[in-house]
């Protein structure tokens, strides 16, 4: 008998008909012999009919009430899929973020998982319930409840089979596992069967839009492997676990595109010590994750500062660093939507040099500039035009042969 | 400094505009220096939309999931409510039910209120906050999220108001106050001012509609003063409190017409001992909750019992009794909804004779067939056809001179 951990995204739960395809799928499961814990989104649309419902009282929500408001979306999935799986006779029990031991710290649409005490889920389990658990959600010491802010779900299904010791977690989504590129930009982009939690998370930092970085990087500490599926058919999907040396024969494992992120630049700094320092300080305490940096080389004792963030934290960005700016004694700070990143991944170009010199040319060949450059030790990203993303990722997928038969 | 419970139904809070209406009202009661704890329901509809979603799922949707289902509704106001009030300069913090420590029994879908610990209540008070509380919803001692049948928020807000002593609760709704009749059926209805508890209880129990029985009930048990009215102007409404002489000089305080009755009769039923008991404990255990009740006389040693019920439960209480029928070997068991309940409630009529007969005077006046009769000391009830209903309402409100001017 082994015990099971499945994720059901909001799409996959976007109305009635999905709640009972999805409780088919879980008494299957549960009827195989297993014991099922199911983690659950908010129904497609919920969350954000909630957020504009929040929007029409107050212009910028307060965020602990937000997750009160948010917390709701989930809560209805978990009912409603206890009682489709009653229905076709199966035993089932629904439970809140807080009710399955879910704690997290204080900050409220963004919070961690500090810990799962799943008592209350080992019960249910132990007296045959298939356990259905909100995502997305838990609650502090002090009883508030919080939201781990979007991708949350992900994250609760990993930190879930991490707490009971699962033997499988799948995550069920609309796509049937990760694929070279965005099937949708590269249709002849192919399905990769086993992925290391280091690339799946440069792809997922990337915008491969599957799943969030975080829950990768909590699956990876706590080495659970998991499956990303779809629960629209029954495909094997990809496999996300620790590396093995096997991986190491491709090189590259597949190209991202995100184009959903922004450039900041600060123009004409004092090229004078402790600048950087007190920009990117102002940046982290607003919570706002910066990915690719660079810094011009100074001319004339002044120097411009780029980075990018996530799109939607560009305005921020700049109503935060208006009063670096004035105080450093830097000219202006702007901010640029017209961005995207491309990248190839690959653990394998640890043992295969000259992956870089083969993108570059690549793009050239293209005749597309390159505005930033950014590497690690499994990645290379650019940061290009936005009009030039979708033709970039064709060229550089068909020079890395990461083409489908 | 005064502590006042407000008390807001789904009417009051339908959309986002009423919801910062009862903010506006909120903050006016702290900025005129009192301390507020709001009680609210779920949105009008939103009760109604999720039942709907459940029976999608479960055609009999079990009822611990319903719970944890319809808890959303008053959590999502709580939410905004909060916002709302934030939105204006308040500090306002939300609570679901469990977490105003609010515990009842298991009985889901119609739990009682076990007792209150409002802990988490009296801490945001003290530091200033106005403490917005889901009405309907609480936890049983193991966690399990229940709800308290409908009309729970009245309820909420009564036993809220017990638990930290309130000075004043309030309860606003749709109508601004209890009047002597429907004003709908009956436009010179006039509003009463002071009501007894034990007054309005039978006018509550009889379908005035403006509040549950046992709300009312818990008031009186706790002697919680409470005034019912409207969160649409700034009308006076009514008071609802413990019995005072002054009050007794009134003869009749109002006519109630319950159309929401359903009669239930058992024909050819053996006239032998036990048998009632074993009718009434059959429907109690069913835990449905029967009025008016009548046994024929006797005739060739069988007999016919009637009583009345709720008319969502009368197929309930015909299905219940069909093996009851069998056992004790009556002829059949059948229900009508087609009746009425007409009553006079008064705690006047102790101490001023002849009501009875004045009320059946009228009736017979007016060509309208009483079927079955039902007294108790503050209260007269008959049940005659639907059809004769507010025609009959009439002519006792005029009888009885409850007319406004």
Redesign the interface.
């Known amino acids: 008998m082994a015990l099971i951990v499945q994720k059901y995204g909001g799409t996959s739960v976007g109305n ?1 008909e999905r ?2 395809n999805v ?1 088919q799928r879980v008494l299957a499961t549960q009827q195989a012999g297993n014991q099922v814990v199911v983690v659950v989104s908010a129904m497609s649309g919920v969350t954000d009919s ?1 957020i504009k ?2 929007k ?4 910028e ?2 965020e ?3 997750d ?2 948010l ?2 979306g989930e ?2 999935t ?7 799986l ?2 076709l006779g199966a035993k089932a ?2 439970l ?1 973020g807080a ?1 399955a031991g879910i704690v997290t710290d204080g900050l409220h649409t963004k919070a961690k998982i500090a810990n799962i005490t799943p008592k ?1 889920v080992h019960e249910l389990l132990d007296s045959g319930h298939a356990v259905i658990i909100a995502g997305f959600q838990g609650e502090t010491p002090e ?1 508030h ?1 919080t939201t781990l802010g979007r991708g949350g779900s992900d994250l609760s299904a990993i930190a879930i089979a991490a707490a009971v010791k699962a033997d499988v977690c799948q995550i069920y989504t609309d796509v049937d596992g990760v694929y070279t590129a965005d099937p949708r930009i590269i249709p002849d982009a192919k399905k990769i069967l086993e992925i290391s939690y280091d690339e799946m998370l440069e792809m997922a930092a990337l915008g491969s839009k599957v799943m969030q970085a975080r829950s990768v990087e909590f699956a990876k500490k706590f080495n659970v492997v998991f499956e990303v599926r779809s629960s629209f058919n029954n495909n094997p999907g990809t496999i996300v676990k620790a590396e093995t040396q096997k991986m190491e024969d491709v090189v590259i494992r597949g190209v991202a595109v995100d184009k959903k992120q922004a450039k900041v630049t600060i123009a004409g700094v004092p090229d004078k010590p402790g600048i950087a320092a007190k920009v990117f300080k102002t940046i982290a305490d607003a919570h706002i994750n910066i990915d690719v940096i660079v810094q011009n080389v100074s001319a004339n004792g002044t120097t411009d500062i780029s980075f990018t963030v996530g799109d939607t934290d560009a305005a921020k960005s700049v109503k935060v660093l208006q009063p670096v700016v004035k105080d450093i004694g830097a000219r202006e700070v702007t901010a640029t939507g017209e961005i995207a990143k491309l990248s190839v991944v690959g653990i394998g170009m640890r043992s295969h040099p000259g992956v870089a010199a083969k993108m570059f040319e690549t793009l050239a060949g293209n005749s597309i500039n390159i505005g930033m450059i950014s590497t690690s030790e499994i990645k290379i990203s650019v940061i290009i035009a936005l009009a030039d993303a979708e033709k970039a990722a064709r060229a550089i997928h068909d020079a890395f042969g990461l083409a489908g038969k």
């Open positions: 009635p709640i009972k409780a909630l419902l929040a029409e009282v107050h212009a929500p307060p602990r009430e937000m009160v408001l917390a709701t809560q209805t978990i009912a409603l899929l206890a009682m489709a009653q229905g029990a629904s809140t009710q209350r009883g409840i």
